[in-house]
C-alpha cells in the first residue's frame, strides 16, 4: 500500500503562472515532510520542507502547505519558470520509527513558454 | 563544498554475478542512507547507518543485499547473485544525523543486469 500518493503523474503550466503539485499521505504518524525535484540522470535535489508541527513554509518562489487534518500537503511554485521543468517528488519521515523517508512515485512538471 | 559521491556511476553485469556500489557521504555527516529507485517509481529505502552500525535494514529486499560503513564514512552496497530484477537506479543519501532530517542525494548508480 502507498503511504504517500502523488496523483498526478504530470502537470503542464504557461511560463510565469503558478504551479502547484499535491502530495497525500495515509501515515499519520508522519512528522516531517520533504520536497524533491529531480533531472533526468540526476540525483533528487533537495527543495523545501516542513515539520508536522507547521502549516506553511516559504522559501523564495516555493512555498509548502501542510493540511494535517487533510493528511494533505502542496507545494507552489510561483512564478514558475522553464528550469523548474523536472520531476518533484514528495517524501516524508516518520511512521512508526521508521528512519528512511518514504517517498510518492513524482509529478511530471513541464513548464511551457 | 563537495556534495554526495557514487560510483560506479553505471554498472552492467550478468544474473548471477557479485556487485559492488560505493557511496562517499558529505564530509561531516553522520548519517547514510541507501535507496532502490524503479522506473517510473520514487526511490524506496533500504538502509540507513548511523555512524558505523546499521540502525535500520528493514528495507533490503533479501539475504542478497548487504551494505556496510566500516569506519562511518564511506559505505559500500554489496549484491550477491544478482538477478534481472536487481535492475534499477541504487541513490545514496546522507545528512547531519538524528534530529537533522533533511538527507541530500547523490547522482545514484544505474545498475543493469542482464
Known amino acids: 500500500d502507498q503511504q504517500v500518493k502523488q496523483n498526478s503523474p504530470s502537470l503542464s503550466v504557461q511560463e510565469g503562472r503558478i504551479s502547484i503539485l499535491n502530495c497525500d499521505y495515509t501515515?499519520?504518524?508522519?512528522?516531517?515532510f520533504l520536497w524533491y525535484k529531480k533531472y533526468p540522470a540526476e540525483g533528487p535535489t533537495f527543495l523545501i520542507s516542513?515539520?508536522?508541527?507547521?502549516d506553511k513554509n516559504e522559501d523564495g518562489r516555493f512555498t509548502v502547505f501542510l493540511n494535517k487534518s487533510a493528511k494533505h500537503l502542496s507545494l507552489h511554485i510561483v512564478p514558475s519558470q522553464p528550469g523548474d521543468s523536472a520531476v518533484y517528488f514528495c517524501?516524508?519521515?516518520?511512521?512508526?520509527?521508521?528512519?528512511?523517508?518514504?517517498f510518492g512515485k513524482g509529478t511530471h512538471l513541464i513548464i511551457q513558454p | 563544498g563537495a556534495g554526495v559521491s557514487q560510483t560506479p556511476s553505471n554498472k552492467v553485469t550478468e544474473k548471477g554475478k557479485y556487485v559492488e556500489l560505493r557511496c562517499d557521504p558529505i564530509?561531516?555527516?553522520?548519517?547514510l542512507y541507501w535507496y532502490r529507485q524503479s522506473l517510473g517509481q520514487g526511490p524506496e529505502f533500504l538502509i540507513y547507518?548511523?555512524?558505523?552500525?546499521?540502525?535500520?535494514d528493514s528495507g533490503l529486499p533479501n539475504d542478497r543485499f548487504f551494505a556496510v560503513r566500516p569506519e562511518g564514512s564511506v559505505s559500500t552496497l554489496k549484491i550477491q547473485r544478482t538477478e534481472r530484477g536487481d535492475s534499477a537506479v541504487y541513490l545514496c543519501?546522507?545528512?547531519?544525523?538524528?534530529?537533522?532530517?533533511?538527507?541530500?542525494f547523490g547522482p545514484g548508480t544505474r545498475l543493469l543486469v542482464l
Open positions: 547507518f548511523q555512524g558505523t552500525g546499521a540502525a535500520d
Open positions: 517524501a516524508a519521515k516518520g511512521g512508526g520509527g521508521a528512519d528512511g523517508l518514504t
Open positions: 564530509s561531516g555527516h553522520t548519517a
Open positions: 543519501a546522507s545528512s547531519l544525523g538524528r534530529g537533522q532530517e533533511t538527507q541530500y
Open positions: 501515515n499519520s504518524m508522519f512528522d516531517y
Open positions: 516542513i515539520s508536522s508541527i507547521k
